[in-house]
């Protein structure tokens, strides 16, 4: 990959102290947001409010990923508050392309999400109405989780579909990715990847945002 993009999940930082966490991962490319509403899966993080606050204090630029149900109803305001990327599931919609399109429109880069166990296929011809899909690599809900190789030829489909029909679209992982499972990724075709308990359970924040993004490019 020419550059991989390394978004640390603020699921992992401390939420009293999040101006400083956010300050922290300021060498990494976006901050990876992670709106859940025990709903579509069982945790609860923040809603719009917060999102704001951080979109208004961090120094780079949100990638925002809603496990909410009903995204139609939600995910527009996330682009409204000026995230840069709003990604909602698929599998929380019935209308994937109108509601990436609302996205858009607003002005954000829109993405797809998919569980582990969901298929990639009826995607694969409304790739251009996305800037990014996401893979997810472990079951949504919490960090911390083991990363689950079976994604793994998932995300090889995509990339091969996106090349054959020439979409740019971005492949984002997310789930268990450190510095044992992101080569597996990138070589499976990701460019964009999250982490949470990587980068924040490290000793030094930024020298492990280095470390990845070197693992991630080779
Ligand atoms: C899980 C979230 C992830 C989570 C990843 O549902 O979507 O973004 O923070 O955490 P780690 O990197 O610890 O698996
Ligand atoms: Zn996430």
């Given at each position: ?62 990638d ?19 995230a840069a990327s709003v990604t ?20 954000s880069r829109?993405g ?20 990014q ?86």
């Open positions: 990959i020419d550059a991989p993009r390394i978004n640390p999940s603020i699921l992992s930082a401390d939420f009293v102290n999040m101006q400083r966490d956010l300050e922290r991962i300021a060498s990494a490319d976006y901050v990876h947001v992670d709106v859940m509403d025990n709903h579509f899966v069982p945790n609860l993080t923040f809603g719009p409010q917060m999102v704001e606050r951080i979109q208004a204090t961090s120094p780079l630029p949100l925002v990923h809603l496990m909410i149900a009903d995204a139609g109803r939600w995910a527009p305001g996330y682009a409204e508050i000026g909602f599931h698929a599998e929380a919609s019935d209308d994937v392309v109108g509601l990436a399109r609302r996205i858009r429109q607003i002005g829109v797809v999400a998919i569980k582990p166990d969901t298929p990639a296929e009826p995607l694969f011809e409304h790739l251009a109405e996305f800037d899909v996401l893979v997810m690599t472990v079951e949504p809900g919490f960090g911390g989780q083991s990363f689950r190789a079976d994604t793994m030829p998932k995300l090889r489909e995509l990339k091969a579909e996106a090349r054959r029909r020439g979409v740019d679209v971005w492949l984002q992982v997310d789930g268990g990715i450190s510095l044992e499972t992101i080569e597996q990724a990138a070589e499976s075709g990701a460019d964009t990847f999250v982490a949470g308990s990587a980068v924040f359970g490290a000793d030094d924040i930024d020298q492990r945002i280095g470390e990845l993004r070197a693992l991630a490019a080779r």
